[in-house]
Structure formats: C-alpha cells, structure tokens
C-alpha cells in the first residue's frame, strides 16, 4: 500500500514538474523614453548607476544595431505594437497637444488606427493575460483606449509626457490626458514618485497574474521631460550639475524601479520563466534632456543613428545565446517574437514587417533579420541596407554613410559612390510606394485650410 502511495505521489510530482516545464513563459517589455544611447553602464557609461540593466545585460544578450521604426516617441511605440511600420497605416506624427492642428487634425482624432491589431491582441489568442503600466500616447480618445486595443489591464496616463509627481492644487493637471487612469476612467493620482508608482503597479500585476502566463509592457515615461527628480536621488551624483545632473537620477530610479521588477519576479519563482526585454522608444534628446548619444551622431527626431539607434537588451531563461549579437534587429521584431515564444506560429500573422528573432539570435538562421530597414516622416527619409545608410533631406543634398566603418556618420561617401545613392534612392521610392497617406492629410478641411493660406500669400504685398 505505501509502495502504490509512493508511487502515485511520485507520477503526481513528476506531471507537475512537467506541467511547470511546459507552461507558457511569461513576458516583460520594458521601455524607457528618450534616453541617451550610452547613458547606461552595459553601454559603456561611467556617469550613469545602471545596475539592475547591467545584471540583466551580463544574464541576457545585449543587441548591439538594435533600432526603433520612428525617430519621435508616438510612431515608435505605434510599430512597436504592431510589428509594422507606422506609415503604412499612416502614424508617422507625434499626436501631441496643439502640433497636430498645425495639420488641420484636431488632437484626439490621432491615434493608432482601429482596425489595426496590437501585440496584446495577438498575445490574448494565446491565452495571454495582458497588461499595460505607464505611457500609452496611442490615442487620447476613449476609442483608443488601451483597453480596447487588447490589453486586460492599463495603469498609466493617456497622453505623452506628464508630471513625476501627483497632480494637486500646487501641481494643476494642464491636460486631461495626463491623468493617471488604472483601467477605464478611474483616476487617481499617486502619492509617490511616478516611476516608483509604476514599479509597485508591475509588482502587484505579477503578483495577480502569477498563476498564469502573462504579457506585460511597461512603458515608462521616465527620462522624457520634465526633469523631476527625488532629492535623495539627486544627492548620488554631487560631480553633476543641471539637467545632466537630473538625468542621472531619474535614469537611477528608472534603474531602480527595474530592479525591484527583476527581485520580485525571483521572489514569487517567476524568473525562470519569464522572458525580458529592454530596450528605448528613439534616441535620447541631447538638448531637451541633456542625454549622451555617444558614439553615435545625431538625436532624438532625426534619421541619423542618434535619433534611431537604441539600447537593447534580451533575456530568454532556458536559451543559450551569445552575449552579443550584431546583427540589425527591429522593435518591429517585438511581436512576433513575443508571438512564437508564447506558442503562436507566425504564419498567422498577416501583413507584419517585423520577423521572429529566435533563430537568427540562436544562429541556427546565420543569416541577417533584415537586409534593409527604412525610416520615414513627411518628406525626409532613411535606407540602412546592409551596411549602407542613405539619408534624404528635403532642402540639401542626401547624405551616404558605410556603418562598417563608421557608425558616427561623419564621413559622407554620397559624392563618391553615385551608384549606390541612386540604388539607394529606388529602393526607398519603391518601399514608398506601399505606404498609406498621412492621416492628418485625409482631412479634406486640410485641403481647404491650403487654398486659404495660398489666397492670403496672393494678397500679401511683394517687398
């Protein structure tokens, strides 16, 4: 009897090991805003206290040509979701306050399209809780809530950029958008520093859904202005001054907000399965928030390697890859990468530009994820393919740079090598060519605001 005992609590034991083995993992994409390319201690920096990226970077694979699909925080985050790049259903402008009426769109009516599906609600197909903490900046409106763009959970504010502390009598709200909202319309404001609030959200949403698998993007706002910062926080770093100053501790209570992610997952025996991913929304604004986007040239808004060449970090438990990988990656890879970790098959999903980056960052696809990437807003654009970068200018000539040799972009090969521009050119014209128009040019009093300027310039006396 103890004999069959034994052996019925040995099966019992081995099929919930089994059952713990095979569970879907869990997900984690973490995003920071506007920070400086090596404005953390994995990227090389002195200045900066990163230690919780760094243990994840020295755990994980550090993505060395990783890049976002849009050089502003909005269209990044909209290709992001989508694993598409944000001009094909025309989000190639930022939806922020008073910018887009200088287009004839009112403000709320941008945001990322409806028909459009996001990565939750890719990941909800699997069986996937989702959940989003922090920025959203996708659509001010209720239609484009989070909540109703896949995610089963939101806490965060809808707008852009807001306020680290909680908004009061000495603090006034100037949008509403800037409200924290946990779910649908109930608003509090928190009573401690936002990215720590943010922090404690994520470990009460693990916590929840711990049972479960789980997809959560917490998509902090931190190091996006305003520059606030805890005073202790500002104390660690008495060799800075003004906004660098500032920076550096908001980047150590971003940091920090991490670390207590990373612990808490351990904690609850969850670090072993579940997948993290670190990366940037563009490059850091080196005047707006005095980031450091070394070696690269350029900043946040522009096409050069600055404004979309970003941090990244990958940890997968239960595969082994290389501490590095130097292949160009996409946030567009976000997707289905997450889609095929969480058992999907990404022959299911339609119209994608992003690829799954499993085999290539196993080398059992030794070939590049992508041979060519693009960049586009209004009538500037960029080509990286293969290690060839062409940047078109509206008012001066395009500039050609050889990544191989030179990541900075200081010596311009365009006079040089006329062949490769012109290539260059057709390959960009042509990926052009799929893309929708502007959704801020649908509008046709937009049509009727130009005729109107067109008649005032008409009457304007000629000096």
């Given at each position: 009897?103890?004999?069959?005992?034994?052996?019925?609590?040995?099966?019992l034991?081995s099929?919930?090991i089994?059952?713990?083995k095979?569970?879907?993992?869990?997900?984690?994409?973490i995003?920071?805003d506007?920070?400086g390319?090596?404005?953390?201690?994995?990227?090389g920096?002195?200045?900066m206290k990163?230690p919780?990226?760094?243990?994840?970077?020295?755990?994980?694979t550090?993505?060395t040509?990783?890049?976002?699909?849009?050089?502003?925080?909005?269209?990044?985050r909209?290709?992001?979701?989508?694993?598409?790049?944000q001009?094909?259903f025309?989000?190639?402008e930022n939806?922020v306050?008073?910018?887009?009426?200088?287009?004839?769109l009112?403000?709320?009516e941008m945001?990322?399209?409806?028909?459009?599906?996001?990565?939750?609600?890719h990941?909800?197909?699997?069986?996937?809780t989702t959940?989003?903490?922090?920025?959203?900046?996708?659509?001010?409106?209720?239609?484009?809530?989070?909540?109703?763009?896949?995610?089963?959970?939101?806490?965060?504010?809808?707008?852009?950029?807001?306020?680290?502390?909680?908004?009061?009598?000495?603090n006034?709200?100037?949008?509403e958008?800037?409200?924290m909202?946990r779910?649908?319309?109930?608003?509090?404001?928190?009573?401690?520093?936002?990215?720590?609030?943010?922090?404690?959200?994520?470990?009460?949403?693990?916590s929840?859904?711990?049972?479960?698998?789980?997809?959560?993007?917490?998509?902090?706002?931190?190091?996006?202005?305003?520059?606030?910062?805890?005073?202790?926080?500002?104390?660690l770093?008495?060799?800075?001054?003004?906004?660098?100053?500032?920076?550096?501790?908001?980047?150590?209570?971003?940091?920090?907000?991490c670390?207590?992610?990373?612990?808490?997952?351990?904690k609850?025996?969850?670090?072993?399965?579940?997948?993290?991913?670190?990366?940037?929304?563009?490059?850091?604004p080196?005047?707006?928030?005095?980031?450091?986007?070394?070696?690269?040239?350029?900043?946040?808004?522009s096409?050069?390697?600055?404004?979309v060449?970003?941090?990244f970090i990958i940890?997968?438990?239960?595969?082994?890859?290389?501490?590095?990988?130097?292949?160009?990656?996409?946030?567009?890879d976000?997707?289905?990468?997450?889609?095929?970790?969480?058992?999907?098959?990404?022959?299911?999903?339609e119209?994608?530009?992003?690829v799954?980056?499993l085999?290539?960052?196993s080398?059992?696809?030794?070939?590049?994820?992508h041979?060519t990437?693009?960049?586009?807003?209004?009538?500037?654009?960029?080509?990286?393919?293969?290690?060839?970068?062409?940047?078109?200018?509206p008012?001066?000539?395009?500039?050609?740079?050889?990544?191989?040799?030179?990541?900075?972009?200081?010596?311009?090969?365009?006079?040089?090598?006329p062949?490769?521009v012109?290539?260059?050119?057709?390959?960009?014209?042509?990926?052009?060519?799929?893309?929708?128009?502007?959704?801020?040019q649908l509008?046709r009093?937009?049509?009727?605001?130009?005729?109107?300027?067109?008649?005032?310039?008409?009457?304007?006396?000629?000096?």
């Amino acid at each position: 009897m103890k004999r069959l005992i034994s052996i019925t609590f040995l099966c019992l034991l081995s099929g919930f090991i089994h059952a713990q083995k095979t569970k879907p993992q869990n997900i984690i994409i973490i995003l920071s805003d506007d920070a400086g390319y090596a404005d953390f201690g994995f990227q090389g920096s002195n200045v900066m206290k990163t230690p919780a990226l760094d243990r994840l970077a020295k755990k994980g694979t550090v993505c060395t040509q990783a890049y976002v699909a849009g050089a502003v925080c909005g269209p990044s985050r909209a290709a992001l979701l989508t694993g598409r790049y944000q001009q094909r259903f025309g989000f190639e402008e930022n939806n922020v306050p008073g910018y887009m009426q200088n287009y004839c769109l009112e403000d709320d009516e941008m945001g990322l399209p409806l028909e459009e599906k996001t990565i939750a609600d890719h990941m909800k197909t699997l069986g996937y809780t989702t959940g989003i903490i922090g920025k959203w900046h996708m659509g001010n409106t209720d239609r484009f809530h989070p909540l109703k763009r896949g995610f089963d959970f939101f806490y965060g504010f809808r707008g852009g950029a807001r306020s680290y502390w909680g908004f009061n009598a000495k603090n006034p709200n100037p949008r509403e958008e800037n409200n924290m909202e946990r779910n649908f319309k109930n608003y509090e404001e928190p009573d401690e520093y936002l990215t720590d609030a943010f922090a404690q959200e994520t470990i009460d949403f693990i916590s929840k859904n711990k049972n479960e698998p789980f997809f959560l993007f917490l998509s902090y706002n931190a190091v996006h202005a305003p520059m606030h910062a805890k005073k202790e926080d500002l104390a660690l770093f008495p060799e800075l001054e003004g906004k660098r100053k500032k920076l550096a501790a908001m980047t150590w209570a971003m940091d920090r907000a991490c670390g207590r992610v990373f612990d808490h997952l351990k904690k609850e025996g969850l670090a072993d399965n579940t997948v993290i991913i670190y990366t940037n929304d563009n490059g850091g604004p080196t005047d707006g928030n005095s980031s450091d986007n070394s070696p690269l040239s350029g900043t946040k808004a522009s096409h050069l390697e600055g404004g979309v060449r970003v941090p990244f970090i990958i940890k997968v438990p239960g595969q082994k890859f290389d501490k590095e990988y130097t292949h160009p990656i996409s946030t567009l890879d976000l997707l289905p990468l997450c889609y095929t970790i969480g058992g999907g098959n990404t022959s299911d999903l339609e119209g994608i530009d992003g690829v799954n980056l499993l085999p290539y960052l196993s080398e059992q696809n030794k070939a590049k994820p992508h041979q060519t990437l693009y960049w586009k807003k209004e009538n500037r654009g960029a080509i990286r393919h293969d290690d060839w970068k062409l940047i078109r200018y509206p008012d001066r000539p395009a500039e050609l740079y050889d990544l191989s040799k030179d990541i900075s972009e200081t010596n311009n090969l365009a006079s040089e090598h006329p062949e490769i521009v012109k290539d260059l050119y057709k390959r960009l014209f042509e990926w052009e060519t799929t893309l929708a128009r502007p959704r801020w040019q649908l509008k046709r009093k937009y049509e009727k605001a130009a005729m109107e300027r067109i008649d005032q310039y008409k009457q304007e006396p000629i000096h």
